[in-house]
């Protein structure tokens, strides 16, 4: 079967938790070494990236391939106190959230899914979806490392590089998918 992009509301409740937890497996496969931190702080770190991002099924997305999930992008339409309050490195960041970037996701895909578009597929779905809401949030941001190699990835899907703060990097894009000229480079 070809590759479908889904959102979790739209599947049945009991397909739903068996892709949940496959998109869990790829989190876990992306995440940085777990294995040092208790089950408690795995969880938190599990809760902060992936489980918040359950209570809006409509905004987070699975790629699935043949029965398979390969990739998932766990969307905010907007950034709320709670991601704040769970990510306290935001705080940063937070003039050019609240004006420009309020929305925001997290994604990752399988590694053998990688590099043959599928992690920019996900990313315009979104970003379609967010342009039909009303009102449409007029941005959306990631936060990654200066040095990441998914720089590159996001730079090709018009996200701009628009704030620095020690070893992070905020990027974000317009819903248009330009770069927002009214926020100065400041990277
Ligand atoms: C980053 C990621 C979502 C990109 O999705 P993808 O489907 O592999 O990317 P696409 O095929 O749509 O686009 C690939 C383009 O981005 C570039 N790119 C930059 N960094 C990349 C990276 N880490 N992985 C893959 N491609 C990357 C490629 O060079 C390619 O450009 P090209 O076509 O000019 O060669 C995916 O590779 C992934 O899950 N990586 C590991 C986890 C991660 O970094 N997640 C993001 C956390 S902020």
Do not use: C, W
């Not at 970037?101 to 990688?114: F, Q, S």
């Not at 899907?157 to 905020?170: D, H, I, Q, R, V």
């Amino acid at each position: 079967m070809a590759l479908q992009l889904v959102t979790l509301d739209s599947i049945s409740a009991s397909e739903r938790s068996e892709r949940i937890n496959s998109a869990r497996l790829i989190f876990e496969e992306t995440a940085p070494p777990l294995s040092s931190l208790s089950p408690d702080a795995r969880q938190a770190f599990f809760q902060k990236y992936f489980g918040v991002y359950l209570a809006t099924p409509e905004s987070f997305y699975l790629a699935i391939e043949q029965g398979f999930v390969l990739g998932y992008l766990a969307g905010a339409p907007q950034t709320l106190p709670l991601h704040f309050s769970l990510n306290p490195y935001l705080e940063q960041f937070r003039t050019e959230i609240e004006s420009h970037y309020p929305a925001h996701l997290h994604m990752n895909l399988t590694a053998a899914a990688r590099g043959m578009g599928l992690g920019s597929r996900l990313i315009a779905e979104f970003m379609t979806d967010l342009g039909k809401r009303a009102p449409a949030p007029r941005g959306v941001h990631i936060v990654t490392s200066k040095d990441a190699e998914n720089v590159r990835f996001y730079l090709k899907n018009g996200f701009g590089k628009a704030k620095e703060a020690g070893t992070l990097l905020l990027m974000g894009r317009d819903q248009h998918g330009s770069e927002d000229s009214t926020v100065p480079n400041q990277v």
